[in-house]
């Protein structure tokens, strides 16, 4: 399973971006799938995550009410649309599989993408 994060950039605080992570291998359609970042010096963060059925999104209350986790099962590709970023958003955003087939939250991560950067200027 490859995971391929893109999207990250440099923008202001108060704007968008929108990450796309393309996956590759199959069933993506019946696995949760999940957003993290992480910062230098401190511990991978989770972000979001969608689950495999009925696209029920889970957030980080750090996010909520800011960011929108969905997916495109025909595109095998889970998107974050991120609106109203602070700087406190600055960090690498990795995109995750799940681990078990049709599983349910809270999940288990096994598979990690590249992560893209993602900086939000003050």
């Known amino acids: 399973v490859q995971l391929q994060a893109s999207g990250g950039g440099l923008v202001q605080a108060g704007g968008s971006l929108r990450l796309s992570c393309a996956a590759s291998?199959?069933?993506?359609?019946?696995?949760?799938m999940g957003w993290f970042r992480q910062v230098p010096g401190k511990e991978r963060e989770f972000v979001s995550a969608?689950?495999?059925?009925?696209?029920?999104?889970y957030y980080a209350d750090s996010v909520k009410g800011r960011f929108t986790i969905s997916r495109d099962n025909a595109k095998n590709t889970v998107y974050l649309q991120m609106n109203s970023l602070k700087p406190e958003d600055t960090a690498v955003y990795y995109c995750?599989?799940?681990?078990?087939?049709?599983?349910?939250?809270?999940?288990?991560?096994?598979?990690w993408g590249q992560g893209t950067q993602v900086t939000v200027s003050s």
């Open positions: 995750a599989r799940a681990f078990r087939l049709n599983s349910d939250y809270p999940y288990e991560w096994h598979y």
């Open positions: 291998g199959r069933f993506f359609s019946s696995y949760a």
């Open positions: 969608i689950s495999w059925n009925d696209d029920i999104p």
